[in-house]
């Protein structure tokens, strides 16, 4: 079965360079998820998508915008990187119940 | 600030015992999910208990819901090394949201 695709699956950036995340959903799932997941840490929500509309926003930075496209894949932006961004970012699709993960890329900001 | 609490934070078993995580959580919900997280790899959909539901199985899984207590239990049973990972506890949107929230986790580590 087809499963949630991201790309690039790892990334390496200066400070205050731009970044884009791309994110391509199972088919047929009308809603995308972003989410940010720190060292240890637990995922943080982002931002998420109902049919190429944003549908809620979570603690996500001014200096990152997303959007969704007429093909439902989704891309994150993310503009002056910091250290603190590095990461993991996961995308999500639902079929409104279930959110299905990408494997999610790992972005180090040095 | 997250919606669910975990715990224990971390666990540590033998192989063939059973784990339960506890997750609680602070809002009305539709329904909580169950993921796994193998270390630095993308999260594995577990489980999902509907609010109007009070247990459901999957295999060696068990999960249980107490909306009244806004908590809900993961048991696993017979655990294997492969169990070892983190499991977190994430509740679903609620009318007129698209927001998940998981909660912190609990790593769990299964010694052969």
């Known amino acids: 079965a087809a499963g949630v695709i991201q790309s690039p699956r790892h990334l390496i950036k200066e400070k205050r360079e731009t970044a884009t995340l791309k994110c391509y959903p199972i088919p047929r799932h009308d809603t995308v998820y972003w989410y940010q997941q720190g060292p240890g840490q637990d995922p943080q929500f982002l931002i998420s998508f109902y049919e190429k509309m944003q549908s809620d926003k979570g603690s996500i930075p001014d200096r990152f915008s997303a959007q969704q496209f007429s093909d439902y894949h989704s891309e994150l932006n993310m503009s002056s990187l910091e250290l603190g961004d590095s990461a993991l970012y996961f995308c999500a699709s639902s079929d409104q119940e279930t959110q299905y993960f990408g494997p999610g890329t790992r972005l180090l900001v040095l | 600030s997250q919606q669910g609490e975990e715990d224990p934070q971390a666990l540590s078993i033998q192989e063939g015992e059973n784990a339960t995580m506890n997750c609680s959580y602070k809002?009305?919900?539709?329904?909580l999910q169950w993921y796994r997280q193998n270390s630095g790899r993308g999260l594995v959909h577990l489980i999902l208990i509907r609010s109007n539901e009070r247990e459901k199985h999957s295999g060696r899984l068990r999960v249980t819901l107490d909306t009244s207590k806004k908590s809900s239990s993961l048991l696993i049973t017979a655990s294997r090394a492969a169990d070892t990972a983190s499991y977190f506890c994430a509740t679903g949107p609620t009318s007129g949201t698209y927001k998940y929230i998981f909660g912190t986790g609990t790593r769990l580590k299964v010694l052969a």
């Open positions: 809002t009305s919900i539709n329904n």
